[in-house]
Nanobody, 116 residues
Framework: QVQLVESGGGLVQPGGSLRLSCAAS????????MAWYRQAPGKQRELVAR???????YYADSVKGRFTISRDNAKNMGYLQMNSLKPEDTAVYYC??????????WGQGTQVTVSS
């Protein structure tokens, strides 16, 4: 059974930092592209950052320079380091892993709230 389990969300003040983690099981994680998406209330889910199985990274313009995506294939873990957080970063953050169009998996999400 494939599972992606996010952790590390919470409440943080503007300008603060959080590190999200995604623990993968049931897949050969090193073969998968992984990504972080987020969905704010009343908005569509959007791509935040993506990292390929070879380590190439992509970031949405809104987080470029503030967020860093990484992965540890030996531990089957993915991470999203979020710095200089803004209230507009408030959302549920989802871990995503895909090896092909028919092999796509999502985590259950973790809430990130940026507020003073």
């Amino acid at each position: 059974q494939v599972q992606l389990v996010e952790s590390g969300g919470g409440l943080v003040q503007p300008g603060g930092s959080l590190r999200l983690s995604c623990a993968a099981s049931g897949i050969i994680f090193s073969s998968y592209e992984m990504a972080w998406y987020r969905q704010a209330p009343g908005k569509q889910r959007e791509l935040v950052a993506r990292i390929t199985n070879t380590g190439s990274e992509y970031y949405a313009d809104s987080v470029k320079g503030r967020f860093t995506i990484s992965r540890d294939n030996a531990k089957n873990m993915g991470y999203l380091q979020m710095n200089s957080l803004k209230p507009e970063d408030t959302a549920v953050y989802y871990c995503y892993a895909a090896a092909s169009p028919r092999s796509v998996h999502w985590g259950q999400g973790t809430q990130v709230t940026v507020s003073s």
